[in-house]
């Protein structure tokens, strides 16, 4: 059997920074324990083969940030989860604490409930400095129904690696052997060029004849993603970095609309033209924004995290866009996204009030800075994925 016609279960492991969640990873997918880890930003995934009853699974494993700062990237991440994973640290209560935070977290933001739980207290070799008992780690995890188990990453590969195959193996038993099927998507960049109209060709999978050419506004392989937002905020800048295109040449502010396109490829060798949208925050250039709103499917709204009134006009451009497309696109997926993260300042606003906002339009908050390059890029794949997914 090809491996990209294998099923996939997603694994994703939660806590707080410094706990050990990049070194559990490491000891189960490289079989290696590397001293002083830098901890992660965000979230990244790495791929495992694994056999269990005689069959294949590639296993989708999510590394996530613990900082608060990063918290909320990460809920883009845990969506179609099937195994989360929460770890604590035996020698650090707080971390053990917080586990409340990251039970009520998955409970709030997973959209499926067919999942199950783990509960990994890292860093057993500690045993000295133990600050949290393994009756209390057995109670906490039988009351919120998980699998628990006591481990080492850097002196217990064999318990890393009998903690994960029974995390999959009652996974599988409770859910029958069905798993979601996955398209193993993965991103690939195709032109740097800028365009000023839409109806630029792209390309489509599937079929006998892979690499098939199909009209960009007409074939339902092509993914429209719109940014939208008040002049200054950075959307060109941020779709720049997304390009890898260099931030540091001089360019003109969006004039009106401009296109940049990228082409999202499956394992199942499905490609996807997608179309990042910029767009001109003046308000006198709305009424070109309707024909193209109209056939997006994915809206990112951004504003200054520092400028408040940037942050006003988020809903005005929401209520545009629910304007235009109405219950035309159920699909639809809405993102609120909060730039210049590095030079936030305690008058900015608050994580509280843009993940507020956020719920009133049931969207999806983000924070972020261009500096965060490879978090750019995985937020965009992320969407695309979970925009497939929706269309199913």
């Not at 090809?2 to 559990?24: A, D, F, P």
């Not at 300042?345 to 993940?355: A, P």
């Amino acid at each position: 059997m090809q491996k990209h016609n294998l099923e996939i279960i997603k694994i994703i492991l939660l806590g707080e920074s410094g706990v050990g969640k990049t070194s559990i990873i490491n000891v189960y997918q490289m079989e290696t324990f590397k001293e002083n880890v830098v901890s992660n930003l965000c979230c990244s995934n790495v791929n495992k083969t694994i056999n269990i009853g005689n069959k294949e699974y590639i296993l989708e494993i999510w590394d996530t940030a613990g900082q608060e700062k990063f918290r909320s990237l990460n809920q883009l991440f845990i969506n179609d989860s099937n195994i989360i994973i929460l770890v604590y640290d035996i020698s650090n209560y707080n971390s053990f604490l917080e586990l409340n935070y990251w039970n009520d977290y998955i409970n709030e933001r997973l959209n499926s409930k067919n999942f199950i739980v783990g509960l990994i207290g890292n860093k057993a070799d500690l045993f000295e400095d133990e600050q949290v008992t393994k009756q209390e780690g057995i109670k906490y995890a039988s009351d919120i129904d998980a699998y628990f188990s006591l481990i080492s990453a850097k002196s217990d590969k064999k318990g890393v690696d009998n903690f994960f195959r029974e995390i999959i193996e009652i996974y599988l038993n409770r859910n029958n052997n069905i798993i979601r099927r996955s398209t193993y998507e993965t991103i690939k960049i195709r032109n740097e060029k800028s365009i000023q109209k839409t109806g630029k060709k792209g390309f489509c999978g599937g079929g006998k004849k892979k690499g098939k050419i199909c009209e960009l506004d007409n074939d339902d392989k092509s993914i429209k993603i719109i940014f939208l937002g008040d002049n200054g905020v950075g959307k060109t800048s941020i779709i720049k970095t997304i390009k890898g295109l260099d931030l540091h040449k001089e360019y003109e502010p969006t004039s009106n609309i401009s296109q940049y396109s990228l082409t999202f490829t499956t394992k199942l060798d499905k490609k996807y033209n997608i179309n990042i949208i910029d767009t001109n925050g003046d308000y006198s250039y709305h009424s070109e924004l309707e024909k193209v709103i109209k056939k997006s499917s994915i809206f990112i709204i951004v504003f200054d995290l520092n400028e408040k009134e940037t942050f006003n006009y988020v809903s005005k451009w929401l209520d545009k866009v629910n304007d235009y497309i109405k219950s035309e696109k159920d699909s639809k997926i809405l993102v609120i996204l909060g730039n210049k993260k590095n030079k936030k300042q305690k008058s900015g606003i608050s994580n509280e009030e843009g993940n507020k906002l956020a719920r009133n339009y049931n969207a999806n908050y983000l924070e972020i800075s261009i500096e965060e390059k490879h978090n750019l890029k995985n937020m965009i794949k992320n969407l695309i994925s979970q925009l497939i997914k929706n269309k199913k």
